[in-house]
């Protein structure tokens, strides 16, 4: 199975907002509604905070939001702030019963 | 709140099998309908599932790594484990255990680095 595409990186100042895509295909993205993002900082684990395409955990921002549309998910942080600078991952559950992540993308807050 | 710890040798030689097992503390690896993961990272690259193993022992393995692949649960000791055969230099990665929780990996442990070498 593909990894999911999304951008290498991204780029944005403090208070600015940025977009993650996640592109895959009707087997996944396109298919369900169980798509979730995973921010990393470097040397951490994994930490989620979108599930469902749009939903957040408990203690998540209220600044990161998920939307979808067709076999394309993305990830919006909206008043960008110097501690979201790490990588964010996209993945989907899939008609295989499998699951697939994406490549990652690297957010620069410059 | 749950948390789940990785252990395992750190540098495994070519062909010979990786062992990892992940202790989950914090509640019981039999309550709830969880499925429990593992899911690995090259450095510097992304994610990726390698298998779950439900509550009733059920497994389900990336396609890519089932010829290799044996998931299983321990669970008096309230642990589960992973075990990869053949290994070559393109298992080395970072193995990261995971609970998954309707269909979202919702804790993850803090990850394992696992190199394979002679």
């Known amino acids: 199975q593909s990894a999911l595409t999304q951008p290498a990186s991204v780029s944005g100042s403090p208070g600015q907002s940025i977009t993650i895509s996640c592109t895959g295909s009707?087997?996944?993205?396109?298919?369900?509604?169980?798509v979730s993002w995973y921010q990393q900082h470097p040397g951490t684990a994994p930490k989620l905070i979108i599930y469902?395409?749009?939903k957040r955990p408990s203690g998540v921002s209220g600044r990161f939001s998920g939307s979808k549309s067709g076999d394309t998910a993305s990830l919006t942080i909206s008043g960008l702030q110097a501690e979201d600078e790490a990588d964010y991952f996209c993945?989907?559950?899939?008609?295989?019963?499998?699951?697939?992540f994406g490549g990652g993308t690297k957010l620069t807050v410059l | 709140q749950i948390q789940l710890q990785e252990s395992g040798p750190g540098l495994v030689k070519p062909s010979q099998t990786l062992s990892l097992t992940c202790t989950v503390s914090?509640?019981?690896?039999?309550?709830?309908?969880?499925?429990w993961s593992w899911v690995r990272q090259v450095p510097g690259k992304g994610l990726e599932w390698i298998g779950n193993?439900?509550?009733?022992?059920?497994?389900f393995y990336n396609p890519s790594l089932a010829r290799r692949l044996t998931v299983s649960l321990d669970a008096p000791r309230n642990q589960f484990s992973l075990r990869l055969s053949s290994v070559t230099a393109a298992d080395t990665a970072v193995y990261y255990c995971?609970?998954?929780?309707?269909?979202?990996?919702?804790?993850w442990g803090q990850g394992s680095l696992v190199t394979v070498s002679s």
């Open positions: 914090g509640d019981s690896i039999n309550s709830g309908s969880f499925y």
């Open positions: 193993i439900y509550n009733s022992g059920s497994t």
């Open positions: 995971a609970r998954i929780r309707f269909l979202v990996f919702d804790f």
């Open positions: 993945c989907s559950y899939t008609v295989r019963a499998t699951w697939v």
């Open positions: 009707s087997t996944d993205v396109g298919g369900y509604d169980y």
């Open positions: 469902d395409v749009t």
